[in-house]
C-alpha cells in the first residue's frame, strides 16, 4: 500500500512541475516573442538535426545546436542592443549574409559530425584492441605463476574453480 502511495505522490508532483515548466515557458514566450522568432528561422537547421538525428544520445543535435546557437548569437545581441522591435527582427532575417552565417555555424555543426565520428570510432578500436593485447599478456602472466587453474573460469561454480590453487612462497 504504501509503493501505491509514493508513485501517486511522485505522480502528483511530476504534475505540478509540469504545470509550472508550461506556465515559466508561456510567461518566456509573452515577454521574449520577437527573440524567439529570431531564433526560430535561425534555428532551423537543429530543427532538421532533430528529425533526422535516430541516435538516442542526439550526440548531432547537441554539435549542430550548439554551433547553430553560435552563429546566431551575435545578431541576437545585436538586436537587443538595438532596442529590439519586428521591424528589426525582419531587417536581421532578410539579411542573407546573417542567414549565411546562422546557417554556416550549423554546417560546421554537421562537418563536425562527419569527420570527427570516425576519428573517434578508429581511436576506440585501436584503444581496445590495445586493452585486449595486455588483458591477454596479463592472463598468460597469470597463468604461468598459478597454473592452468585460472583459465578455469567464469562458467564453473567456485567449489570446482581452483582446487588448491595457491600463489608460489616467495
Same mark, same amino acid.
Not at 501505491?4 to 505540478?16: I, P, W, Y
Not at 538586436?79 to 522591435?85: L, N
Not at 521591424?87 to 546562422?102: E, T
Given at each position: 500500500?504504501?509503493?501505491?502511495?509514493?508513485?501517486?505522490?511522485?505522480?502528483?508532483?511530476?504534475?505540478?512541475?509540469?504545470?509550472?515548466?508550461?506556465?515559466?515557458?508561456?510567461?518566456?514566450?509573452?515577454?521574449?516573442?520577437?527573440?524567439?522568432?529570431?531564433?526560430?528561422?535561425?534555428?532551423?537547421?537543429?530543427?532538421?538535426?532533430?528529425?533526422?538525428?535516430?541516435?538516442?544520445?542526439? @550526440?548531432?543535435?547537441?554539435?549542430?545546436?550548439?554551433?547553430?546557437?553560435?552563429?546566431?548569437?551575435?545578431?541576437?545581441?545585436?538586436?537587443?542592443?538595438?532596442?529590439? *522591435?519586428?521591424?528589426?527582427?525582419?531587417?536581421?532575417? *532578410?539579411?542573407?549574409?546573417?542567414?549565411?552565417?546562422?546557417?554556416?555555424?550549423?554546417?560546421?555543426?554537421?562537418?563536425?559530425?562527419?569527420?570527427?565520428? &570516425?576519428?573517434?570510432?578508429?581511436?576506440?578500436?585501436?584503444?581496445?584492441?590495445?586493452?585486449?593485447?595486455?588483458?591477454?599478456?596479463?592472463?598468460?602472466?597469470?597463468?604461468?605463476?598459478?597454473?592452468?587453474?585460472?583459465?578455469? *573460469?567464469? @562458467?564453473?561454480?567456485?567449489?570446482?574453480?581452483?582446487?588448491?590453487?595457491?600463489? &608460489?612462497?616467495?
Amino acid at each position: 500500500m504504501a509503493d501505491a502511495t509514493e508513485r501517486r505522490e511522485a505522480a502528483k508532483r511530476r504534475r505540478v512541475g509540469s504545470i509550472f515548466i508550461w506556465l515559466l515557458a508561456a510567461g518566456v514566450l509573452f515577454a521574449f516573442y520577437e527573440s524567439i522568432v529570431l531564433l526560430l528561422v535561425g534555428m532551423l537547421p537543429t530543427g532538421l538535426a532533430v528529425l533526422f538525428d535516430r541516435s538516442p544520445q542526439k @550526440d548531432q543535435v547537441r554539435s549542430i545546436g550548439y554551433l547553430n546557437f553560435a552563429g546566431c548569437l551575435p545578431w541576437m545581441v545585436d538586436f537587443w542592443m538595438s532596442g529590439g *522591435g519586428f521591424a528589426r527582427v525582419f531587417d536581421i532575417i *532578410g539579411d542573407p549574409l546573417v542567414l549565411g552565417v546562422m546557417y554556416s555555424a550549423a554546417v560546421a555543426g554537421w562537418g563536425l559530425c562527419f569527420v570527427v565520428r &570516425p576519428f573517434v570510432t578508429t581511436y576506440l578500436i585501436v584503444a581496445s584492441e590495445l586493452k585486449e593485447s595486455q588483458l591477454t599478456k596479463r592472463q598468460g602472466e597469470l597463468v604461468d605463476r598459478w597454473g592452468e587453474a585460472v583459465r578455469r *573460469g567464469a @562458467d564453473e561454480k567456485a567449489g570446482s574453480q581452483a582446487e588448491g590453487a595457491r600463489p &608460489p612462497a616467495r
